[in-house]
C-alpha cells in the first residue's frame, strides 16, 4: 500500500471518528503535519501504523505471501512488523535497526540453506535504509 492509499484511509477515519482530536492517538502527528501531508512519507507511515496498532483502522493483509517483501508470518491485524516497529522508533533508531537486520543476513546467508534468499533479504533492508537516506522517505 502505498502513501497515498494510506492518506486516504486516514481521513476517511478523521472524517468518520466520533470522537474528538484530543482522544486521537496520532493527534501530535496531525498537528505537525496537517493539510501538509505530501512529500512527508515518514509521518504518513507513523501515522497509519499507529492507527493500525491501536485499532482504530484495518487494512486487508498483504493478500501474497512474498518470503522477502511481505512474509506472511510477519503481517497480523492487516499491519506488518515492520511498520509496528518503524512507528515505536525515531529515526535513528529504525535506521540502526535496518542495519542490525542487514547485517543478520548477510553473516547466516550460507549456513541457513536459502542464501539467495537471506541475501536479498538483506538488500531488501539496505534498499529502505538507502531510500531513507536519499529523501527521507520510505517503503510501504
Known amino acids: 500500500m502505498d502513501s497515498k492509499q494510506k492518506l486516504d484511509i486516514m481521513m476517511d477515519y478523521c472524517k468518520n471518528r466520533d470522537f474528538s482530536c484530543r482522544k486521537c492517538p496520532i493527534?501530535?502527528?496531525c498537528k505537525e503535519y496537517r493539510g501538509r501531508w505530501e512529500g512527508h512519507d515518514d509521518a504518513i507511515n507513523k501515522a497509519f501504523s499507529t492507527l493500525a496498532m491501536t485499532g482504530h483502522i484495518f487494512t486487508p493483509a498483504t493478500p501474497k505471501d512474498d518470503p522477502?517483501?511481505?512474509?506472511?508470518?510477519y503481517t497480523k491485524g492487516g499491519i506488518e512488523c515492520l511498520d509496528a516497529i518503524?512507528?515505536?522508533?525515531t529515526d535513528d533508531g529504525?535506521?540502526?535497526f535496518l542495519k542490525g537486520q542487514i547485517i543478520?543476513?548477510?553473516?547466516r546467508y550460507q549456513h541457513k540453506g536459502k542464501p539467495l534468499e537471506d541475501l536479498q533479504k538483506a538488500r531488501f533492508?539496505?534498499?529502505?535504509?538507502?531510500?531513507?537516506?536519499?529523501?527521507?522517505k520510505d517503503h510501504d
Open 27 to 29: 493527534k501530535d502527528i
Open 68 to 73: 522477502v517483501n511481505h512474509p506472511g508470518h
Open 86 to 89: 518503524r512507528a515505536s522508533m
Open 94 to 96: 529504525f535506521l540502526d
Open 104 to 107: 543478520k543476513y548477510v553473516w
Open 125 to 136: 533492508y539496505l534498499n529502505r535504509m538507502i531510500d531513507i537516506l536519499e529523501g527521507g
